[in-house]
């Protein structure tokens, strides 16, 4: 089976709709599990007390606000290298998710600095590059909706989803490039966990779950981008048809 062919909107459209369902249900269950873990299982931090449970909800908001802009970014590589339609709609559904783990991640972030600092705020490298991160995702969302006509649209966003993408590395290794007051990482590809085991497992279901969310999501919001961009062609005509006498039957009943 070829994957290429789901390329083209009216063959991905039917795929995203089965798959919904699917992660949304999967997204829950992890959810419920992270936080039953974080929660109740996980002992208490010797240092920050009760308050560092914030973390079953920072740590995979930020790090989801990070990575769903660089899928975004690909996506919108995507669309400009080959001029597809549907590369520029995943970015476009993209957007939104990323935006809100950004502000999750800002929000939670200033809860969990008040007892650990003394304050919400800091212009600390890490909280000022991720507020540029929130900041590029609302640019982004305005720009591609302030342009009328959608290809220029796509075009505009790719671009600045591109530029923006630099900002992301530099959210990620600012803890050590400069000396900031945020903690370094505490989960490494290249060192041992520095926490307990049922910690990094509470953290690791949350990111799971955050993950499952965004594919949920990103599939429903790109079904709702495809019907809009494509509203004139014969195939979404037949799809709404079929729909409104599917409810006009339900109703019947």
């Not at 769903?68 to 339609?85: H, K």
């Not at 989803?161 to 000396?179: C, E």
Request: aromatic share 16%; net charge positive.
């Amino acid at each position: 089976m070829s994957w290429f062919k789901y390329s083209s909107p009216a063959t991905f459209f039917p795929l995203a709709g089965r798959l919904v369902p699917w992660f949304a249900g999967l997204a829950a269950v992890l959810a419920a599990a992270g936080l039953y873990v974080g929660f109740f299982i996980a002992p208490t931090d010797f240092q920050q007390g009760e308050s560092y449970r914030i973390i079953f909800i920072h740590v995979p908001a930020a790090w989801m606000a990070m990575f769903v802009y660089l899928v975004m970014a690909g996506w919108s590589a995507a669309s400009l290298i080959w001029n597809t339609r549907l590369s520029a709609l995943m970015a476009r559904a993209l957007a939104p998710t990323g935006a809100m783990f950004a502000l999750i991640s800002l929000w939670t972030g200033a809860f969990w600095g008040r007892p650990t600092w003394g304050t919400y705020w800091v212009w600390d490298a890490r909280l000022t590059s991720t507020l540029i991160l929130f900041f590029l995702y609302l640019g982004y969302i305005a720009l591609t909706s302030a342009i009328e006509d959608p290809r220029r649209a796509d075009r505009a966003g790719a671009v600045l989803a591109l530029v923006g993408a630099v900002n992301v590395p530099i959210i990620y290794f600012s803890v050590i490039w400069w000396n900031t007051l945020h903690q370094g990482a505490t989960v490494s590809m290249t060192a041992a966990p520095t926490m307990a085991r049922t910690m990094l497992a509470g953290m690791l279901l949350m990111a799971l779950a955050a993950w499952s969310y965004t594919i949920a999501v990103v599939l429903a919001r790109v079904r709702s981008l495809i019907l809009e961009r494509d509203a004139h062609t014969g195939w979404v005509q037949a799809w709404t048809a079929s729909r409104t006498t599917s409810g006009r039957s339900a109703q019947g009943l």
